[in-house]
């Protein structure tokens, strides 16, 4: 069965950086894409970062170059590098793995960013 999870979240001050890991199992996870959501209080889930197979990417507008998404296929793993954080990118992050007809999702971690 699918499993994702999320690790790396915390709290950290307006300015610095986290670095967010997705570790997936149960299904072929080098041939799938990936992405990271986030949620924040009283507001709708948004895609922030999104990696294809073959590692071609987009982002959200508000995070473009100051987050950037990799993979590591021997690892199984999805990362979020998150830098020169601000307020409004804290709640809770996901990791997504869209697949013909559903969409996994890991159980979340959370980000809170500190003025």
């Known amino acids: 069965q699918v499993q994702l999870v999320e690790s790396g979240g915390g709290l950290v001050q307006a300015g610095g950086s986290l670095r967010l890991s997705c570790a997936a199992s149960g299904f072929s996870f080098s041939s799938n894409a990936m992405a990271w959501y986030r949620q924040a209080p009283g507001k709708q889930r948004e895609e922030v970062a999104f990696i294809t197979n073959n590692a071609r990417t987009r982002y959200l507008d508000s995070v473009k170059g100051r987050f950037t998404i990799t993979r590591d296929n021997a690892k199984n793993t999805v990362y979020l590098q998150m830098n020169s954080l601000i307020t409004e990118d804290k709640g809770v992050y996901f990791c997504?793995?869209?697949?013909?007809?559903?969409?996994?999702w890991g159980q979340g971690t959370q980000v809170i960013v500190s003025t």
């Open positions: 997504s793995a869209p697949k013909p007809g559903r969409v996994y």
